[in-house]
């Protein structure tokens, strides 16, 4: 696995992490699939948009504001 790659795991894992902490998601399962069916998370793998350097929680806020409108 290449570092890009496991960037991209990384930031999957910790958007996730932060759903259960901000009480979005109950359990790690749902979380990763509220994640991985994100426009948010095409957008942490895609190597243009490189979303996968920022901060998990800069990120997260794209989520949060995807949830909530239904736009990334």
Avoid: H
Avoid at 25 to 33: C, F, G, N, Q
Avoid at 39 to 52: C, G, N, P
Avoid at 61 to 71: H, I, P, Q
């Amino acid at each position: 696995m290449d570092d890009k790659q496991m960037m991209k795991d990384d930031m999957v894992t910790k958007l996730a992490i932060l759903l259960i902490d901000d009480s979005k998601a109950p359990s790690m399962t749902e979380a990763l699939d509220i994640v991985i069916n994100s426009e948010t998370y095409q957008r942490v793998i895609d190597d243009k948009a490189a979303l996968y350097y920022q901060s998990p929680r800069y990120v997260y806020e794209f989520l949060k504001n995807e949830l909530l409108t239904g736009k990334a």
